[in-house]
């Protein structure tokens, strides 16, 4: 289990996101791109005429990765991103982590396609209080998160609310819209929600996780750092 989503219990596999993720391709090409960048800058490696002009070894690795991620990835009929690459059932589950390849500073992605994905994500897996990790119509779905450490941990991510990638869909929002107004001024409405996440709980502080059907009451670590921060990253965009 190489992702965040690494629940294993004995030789259970309750998200066996073997083969190419969606959010650690969307990683790998930001990777490429600030490469080339520091290449370019340093001035370190020589250029290499292309049909787009000169690009350096990074340049041209992320141009494959990025025609390679829009063969592989895409799904026309769904709007939408395959969670992973892997030749099974799991490809076509909506999951929150193909928000990442939208939010990042460099995505393989259309405009037209990285509004299609927002917008499934909010559609489908969107909640005030986090993003449901897995959709609630697949079968797959588990709508609570309770029970003995086994019930949990097979809930642990089919569904289960988390609020960390709540910063990637704000950002990604705002990206898609430009930034504008309207769209400030959503993000800003919809961060207030989060006022009673504050008051519930550890005081202060925003939790890990809620349940997947109806996300009310806080669950698992009260006080998570990534769900603090991936919040205080938007509050800062919207400043």
Not at 104 to 112: K, V
Not at 121 to 133: A, C, D, M, N, S
Request: proline share 3%.
């Amino acid at each position: 289990q190489v992702t965040w989503m690494d629940v294993r219990v004995g030789e259970i596999l309750p998200t066996p996101r073997h083969g190419k993720p969606v959010e650690v391709n969307a990683y790998w090409y930001n990777a490429l791109k600030i490469m080339e960048e520091f290449a370019s800058l340093v001035g370190e490696m020589e250029n290499v005429s292309c049909k787009d002009g000169t690009r350096n070894h990074y340049g041209l690795l992320a141009e494959e990765v990025k025609q390679s991620f829009q063969e592989k990835f895409w799904l026309e009929e769904s709007r939408c991103l395959k969670d992973v690459v892997s030749g099974t059932k799991a490809d076509n589950q909506i999951r929150c982590n193909q928000i990442w390849a939208v939010s990042m500073s460099y995505s393989m992605l259309t405009m037209e396609q990285a509004r299609a994905v927002t917008d499934t994500v909010y559609e489908k897996l969107y909640t005030p209080y986090g993003l449901r990790t897995l959709a609630c119509e697949d079968g797959q779905f588990k709508p609570h998160y309770g029970g003995c450490q086994l019930e949990r941990d097979l809930a642990y991510h089919q569904g289960t609310v988390w609020v960390f990638p709540l910063g990637a869909y704000y950002l990604a929002y705002l990206k898609v819209h430009g930034y504008d107004e309207e769209s400030r001024r959503t993000v800003e409405r919809q961060l207030r929600m989060l006022e009673g996440a504050l008051r519930e709980g550890c005081a202060g502080q925003l939790p890990e996780i809620y349940d997947g059907l109806r996300p009310v009451s806080s669950k698992g670590c009260f006080a998570q750092a990534w769900s603090v921060g991936e919040i205080l990253r938007v509050l800062e965009a919207l400043e």
